[in-house]
């Protein structure tokens, strides 16, 4: 292959997807870096690529379970048995005409993933992540001004102007899961005199690099943005001539009406912000030439539909749509269709989305995808037979990780497993795996073709980027993506016509002119080099029924929700006595939350440079009160879970919050195994057996847990 | 004064841990495929130091490396002389071939930052890239630097450049050749 020089291509240690350069040297990646054509960051996670794709660990031959679920025991098989063995299952189930049945977990890379074109062709439905961390976010801003925003489009921080006010709330973008080019943009836009807010119980490095940090009652952010509305209409600050040109006409009346008593002092009882400080930032945000607001963390609680609301109805107020420094409206590049393409199934009538009790109840909201976190509730209802998971690690990451473990070992009164078929594809071991019937050897992105394009890109959703083999692969792996265009390729040839995933992403690039050579020779990346700012006027309309921003949400009347409340989740508002603390759990930049990759990789779980412990955050106000001293290991137990931790005292955390890092608790692999940390899922409710209030506001977020500390 | 010098802007370093693992990688530092946590070499650190009681903190990031110091106490430690000052660029640097393994530099390092290598019974530590820069390059943790927080160059001319930027340097932690400066 390649000798000794630097090659373009993509990082894959998480989903932002960074174009890097990879330095081979006699056919092995000695370093990697960000590609200075494409931003040139890279972050702690993407330099400990190479330790992933060399690990001792990685998986390098398909497998095949010998032992129940869950004890991890399994036999070398070769490639021909196990697409034999998924072949089979999945024409039996479409015979069956249970084709709806069968799911596929992944976070796609392209909205024309071949996994993804895969399930189509069977009849499936893709599972993914994105649902619980970005939905609310992505159908506030579709219900309101008809844009796709996500979790990777932060605002756009280089476009931020001096003067202009960066508001984060519950959000921590120094944790580079969006482009590692995010921290530096922040930190830039601050040094042209932008100002940075921090509205978070927690105080961490984005908050420490803060002009103003604001600690919150977590779940209050709807209320303290209200407030914030319902100040700048009393006051007549909001942006006037945006409202009077763009909003749905009655929409202005009606908010008004609305907010005439979420003023700062009612608002500030929820959130436990002070009523001065709400108007003091309403009244920053009014003067501003820009405010972008990002939330993350506090967009999974069980209101975010409300905050999402809350959010999108203060962003066009203050007119910070698709302007320097405000919200993009982010498009994706055009590429070509792969003719013919396998049409979806109907997600509404087929999909096993929205299990539970009160599942009739929420018709009125329909995702575009189905959540990975009501798979374990669809299995035990007989709506998911089929299960297939890649880049992902639903063991840990599937909220209430005990009723997902349950769901994966049932049986029927024959003694065969309800889930009848679960395919893992894995780069090295994971939670998982454990519970999985084939076990794939998954590739690296140093060992893998890839067209990267996606609108939830950090900024450049409509850019294109290749990720290439710099290196031969390791053992028997294979790309997942290979696999079931193979698998496509004997099951529904109609749909898999083209020789291979380069050629697939070829007939895609034609769209725009290009070829997969012709990207390679430009080293790798495609771009415009635009984003375009204020779109909606040269559209002369935004993308909503109306063509006008829809600030009330008409459709939801009949069940009360036509404007966002201000309260805080159920789930917080009930239980205090019993369960005095809200769990507050969070990310790092040091780990890929579950994934298997990063979690075993040593660099990033060794203390100097990465992370290797996760003990329970508490402040010394609360740890007083319970008589814990540093050190002490105490039992964490909510309405549905219970662990034992170590505590760490810290001023970081508000009193009343007890932190914990997302994505800990593997027992699979030699370095993600260690220590006796925990999974935050352990404490947190699962959601297809506990659906409450949370889903007719919360969408398809359910972290909101209240737990109880005891020594 | 011949001083070459990296500045850490505290106003900008976000403790990311990038710059650990990029160096490691250049220097080759980990066995990627059986390494542990835990028993890798690193040439730098992150320290941060929060200070105040909630909600009133303040929390400041910063690597720290070989300070390739005036006059390096490690240089006298060393019994067998492998270990000089280059009178060019000021980088303290080890020569592994005169190194034993006394370990006396470690002992007497006030840093903390030479690592020891058990196989091959050697000290080693941070060069300041000096097989980089003398080609014009930056150091590896300079030029990868997440948050654009590390500079490279003569230590006169980043004194300037932080002067201008209105940023003072730390004195306490900037006793050496390494430069640490915040607004």
Not at chain 1, 505 to 514: A, F, Q, W
Not at chain 2, 24 to 49: A, C, F, I, Q, W
Not at chain 2, 87 to 105: E, F, M, N, S, W
């Amino acid at each position: 292959m390649h000798e000794n020089k630097w090659i373009p291509t993509v990082c894959y240690q998480c989903k932002a997807e960074c174009a890097i350069l990879a330095r081979v040297e006699n056919g092995v990646v000695k370093e990697v870096k960000g590609n200075p054509l494409a931003r040139g960051k890279m972050c702690v996670k993407g330099m400990a690529g190479i330790t992933t794709l060399y690990s001792q660990e990685r998986l390098k031959h398909p497998m095949k379970r010998v032992g129940e679920r869950g004890e991890g025991k399994f036999v070398d098989i070769g490639w021909d048995e196990a697409m034999n063995i998924m072949e089979k299952k999945l024409r039996e189930l479409i015979k069956r005409g249970e084709a709806h049945k069968f799911t596929y977990s992944m976070f796609p890379h392209s909205t024309t993933d071949p996994k993804w074109r895969f399930v189509n062709a069977v009849g499936g439905f893709i599972s993914t992540g994105l649902p619980h961390c970005d939905s609310a976010k992505i159908m506030a801003h579709l219900h309101t001004f008809g844009c796709f925003p996500n979790h990777h489009i932060a605002p756009m921080y280089y476009t931020v102007p001096r003067g202009g006010i960066m508001i984060l709330s519950g959000r921590h973008p120094f944790g580079c899961l969006d482009d590692a080019c995010v921290p530096k943009h922040i930190l830039d836009a601050k040094e042209r005199g932008a100002k940075l807010i921090v509205i978070d119980p927690i105080f961490r490095t984005e908050a420490a690099k803060a002009d103003w940090w604001i600690p919150i009652k977590p779940g209050g952010d709807a209320a303290l943005f209200l407030g914030m509305a319902s100040h700048m209409l009393k006051k007549g600050i909001h942006n006037k001539a945006f409202c009077d040109k763009w909003v749905r006409e009655g929409d202005m009346e009606g908010l008004a009406a609305f907010l005439k008593d979420k003023t700062p002092e009612a608002m500030s009882k929820i959130c436990e912000v002070p009523a001065k400080d709400i108007v003091k930032l309403a009244e920053m945000c009014a003067k501003a030439p820009s405010v972008s607001v990002d939330a993350f963390k506090s967009i999974m609680y069980g209101n975010a539909m409300d905050w999402g609301h809350a959010w999108s109805i203060f962003l066009v107020i203050t007119g910070n749509l698709d302007n320097p420094g405000g919200q993009p409206m982010p498009e994706i590049a055009p590429m070509a269709a792969v003719a013919p393409a396998p049409p979806a199934p109907n997600l509404k009538e087929l999909g096993y989305h929205r299990t539970g009790p009160n599942r009739d109840k929420f018709n009125h909201y329909n995702f575009i995808l189905e959540p990975t976190w009501y798979a374990a509730q669809a299995v035990k209802e007989g709506n998911l037979k089929v299960f297939f998971a890649s880049e992902c690690n639903p063991a840990l990451s599937e909220m209430g990780s005990g009723e997902w473990r349950k769901a994966m070992t049932m049986k029927d009164k024959k003694g065969n497993y309800l889930l009848e078929l679960f395919v893992v594809t894995e780069i090295l071991p994971s939670e998982t795996m454990k519970w999985a019937d084939l076990v794939l050897p998954d590739q690296t992105n140093f060992e893998r073709w890839e067209l990267l394009y996606m609108p939830w890109w950090y900024n450049f959703g409509h850019t294109a980027a290749v990720c290439q083999p710099v290196v031969k692969p390791i053992g028997e792996s294979r790309h997942a993506n290979r696999v079931m265009i193979d698998l496509g390729k004997r099951m529904f040839p109609e749909y898999f016509a083209f020789k291979d995933d380069v050629e697939y992403y070829d007939i895609e690039l034609s769209g725009v002119g290009m070829s997969m050579q012709k990207v390679l020779d430009g080293g790798a990346l495609w771009s415009p080099g635009t984003v375009g700012f204020r779109k909606y006027e040269d559209a002369g309309k935004f993308n909503t029924g109306s063509g006008k921003i829809e600030l009330e949400w008409k459709m939801y009347k009949d069940i009360g929700q036509e404007w966002p409340s201000p309260e805080l989740p159920l789930e917080f508002r009930r239980g205090a006595d019993k369960y005095p603390f809200i769990l507050v759990n969070f990310r790092t930049i040091f780990l890929n939350n579950t994934g298997a990759w990063s979690q075993n990789n040593a660099q990033l779980r060794d203390s100097v440079s990465g992370l290797d412990a996760n003990p329970l955050l508490l402040n010394p106000i609360d740890a007083a009160k319970l008589g814990i001293a540093s050190g002490d290991t105490v039992t964490v137990e909510s309405s549905t879970g219970k662990v034992r931790i170590p505590v760490l005292f810290t001023e970081k955390i508000k009193p009343g919050c007890a932190g914990l890092i997302h994505g800990f608790g593997q027992t699979m692999g030699k370095v993600a195994s260690r220590g006796k940390w925990v999974g935050d899922n352990e404490l947190i409710a699962d959601a297809g057996s506990h659906l409450d209030e949370q889903d007719l506001r919360g969408g398809e977020a359910h972290v909101s847990t209240r737990v109880r500390i005891v020594k | 004064m011949k001083q070459l010098s990296i500045m850490v802007d505290l106003d900008r370093c976000i403790g990311c841990k990038t710059c650990i693992v990029a160096c490691r990688n250049h220097y080759g530092l980990v066995d990627h495929e059986k390494s542990m946590p835990g028993t890798m070499s690193h040439y730098l650190r992150v320290e941060s130091e929060c200070t105040g009681s909630y909600p009133d903190l303040k929390e400041d990031y910063w690597v720290v490396m070989c300070q390739h110091c005036k006059k390096p106490p490690c240089i006298r430690a060393c019994e067998n002389g492998a270990i000089t000052k280059d009178v060019q660029t000021g980088i303290v640097l080890i020569d592994k071939k005169k190194c034993v393994g006394a370990k006396k530099c470690i002992e007497k390092c006030p840093y903390d930052v030479i690592q020891f290598d058990a196989p091959g019974k050697f000290a080693h530590k941070c060069s300041m890239c000096y097989d980089r820069v003398i080609h014009g390059l930056e150091p590896v943790c300079v030029e990868v630097c997440l948050a654009d927080a590390l500079s490279f160059g003569e230590k006169e001319i980043l004194l300037m450049q932080a002067d201008a930027a209105g940023k003072k340097v730390v004195k306490k932690k900037s006793t050496q050749s390494i430069l640490y400066v915040k607004s």
